[in-house]
């Protein structure tokens, strides 16, 4: 039994001095090339043009002009949406549902995704059932983060 445990301690030591003596050899090595980069003249480098340095552009894109956009389009880096009313009880804010038919990613059958979004109507004209674009904006309240731009079809 005593043997047997000699025998595992020593297999434990040996890498472990294996370890030692190889970060060693690596450690004499790195000042060696520290020490050739060292002797090594250095290069010097060109010296720069006085001009400016050229700034390379992309292909300038057209400006889009303010108005109609269709449904997930984007209006400089604000998203347009389409979608309907569903609630109005708040004062300056509606409630907006916008769906939108997405293929199934396992099945492949078209689906109706469903997303409410709460949207700024300054105005307070939109009435349940009416269809208003909205617009992204920057956070007018803990869940507000569209405003309404216009009424596209009023209810009857």
Not at 35 to 46: F, L, S
Not at 78 to 102: D, F, L, P
């Amino acid at each position: 039994m005593s043997t047997e445990k000699a025998e595992k301690a020593e297999k434990a030591e040996k890498p472990a001095k294996e370890k030692v003596a190889k970060t060693e050899v690596a450690s004499e090595e790195a000042t060696e090339t520290v020490e050739a980069t060292e002797a090594a003249p250095k290069a010097e480098k060109p010296a720069k043009a006085a001009t400016a340095p050229s700034k390379k552009r992309a292909a300038a894109k057209p400006k889009v002009a303010k108005g109609v956009k269709t449904e997930g389009s984007r209006e400089g880096t604000r998203k347009t949406r389409q979608g309907i009313v569903v609630s109005n009880k708040m004062m300056k804010t509606v409630t907006v549902k916008i769906e939108r038919r997405v293929q199934h990613a396992l099945y492949g059958k078209i689906v109706l995704r469903t997303e409410k979004f709460k949207a700024h109507d300054e105005t307070n004209m939109c009435d349940v059932g009416d269809v208003v674009e909205l617009m992204e904006t920057r956070p007018l309240s803990r869940e507000k983060r569209f405003r309404v731009t216009r009424i596209l079809e009023k209810v009857k």
